[in-house]
């Protein structure tokens, strides 16, 4: 299997080194570190990364230099994966990084990355064209639609709240105990009465579950 090649930017020293940390702890190539957006992108396309993990808000403005930035790698590397990592929920920041109806893209909280499971399970997610939200994003996309999402029932909020953080159905059974069989039903339930059709892959099934959130 080919080593992950990762770069890493932030602007806190002491974030920025700690991610780099963790990740060479967990296996990760990390080839390169910044403190801002534009160092990033001067050398993004010479060293060629397969994933980039960086801030929503760097240096000059602290706004969203890190949506911008990610945005202008995809756009020099189409395949690179991008996780954004942010001090609180900016749905607006993650709306605009998941228009693109591409894989391959995730958004945390900066908490999460305490967890060296959970943050090398994000990077392998989104490395292998997986979509990774936070449960605090989604759930306040849920929060944002409230009549068409009446018509769902309490299970299959549920079932649609983890299927908006990139989870397989196997990974919503075993969190909801409950067997696959009655995930994908629950599944089928929820595309059909939000008029959405299944594509059959997870990461196009969370962004059709995004977009129409996003109408």
Request: charged letters at 25%.
């Amino acid at each position: 299997m080919t080593e992950l090649r990762v770069v890493v930017a932030d602007d806190s020293v002491l974030l920025r080194e700690g991610l780099v940390r963790v990740l060479r702890e967990s296996g990760v190539n990390v080839v390169a570190a910044y403190p801002d957006a534009e160092s990033l992108l001067a050398e993004v396309a010479d060293s060629r990364p397969d994933l980039i993990v960086l801030d929503v808000r760097m240096p000059p403005t602290f706004r969203d230099e890190g949506v911008r930035a990610a945005i202008r790698a995809r756009e020099l590397i189409p395949s690179v994966g991008i996780l954004l990592l942010s001090q609180y929920v900016e749905v607006a920041y993650a709306q605009e990084l998941l228009s693109a109806g591409t894989g391959g893209i995730g958004y945390l909280l900066k908490d999460r990355v305490a967890s060296l499971d959970e943050l090398k399970d994000a990077v392998d997610r989104i490395a292998n064209g997986g979509t990774v939200l936070d449960p605090e994003v989604v759930a306040q996309l849920l929060g944002r639609r409230h009549d068409p999402l009446a018509r769902l029932t309490p299970r299959e909020r549920e079932v649609l709240a983890l299927m908006g953080e990139g989870r397989t159905n196997a990974a919503i059974a075993s969190a909801l105990v409950i067997g696959t069989g009655a995930v994908e039903k629950n599944v089928t339930a929820i595309f059909q009465k939000l008029g959405l059709d299944d594509s059959g892959t997870d990461h196009r099934r969370v962004l059709a579950v995004l977009a129409w959130l996003q109408r």
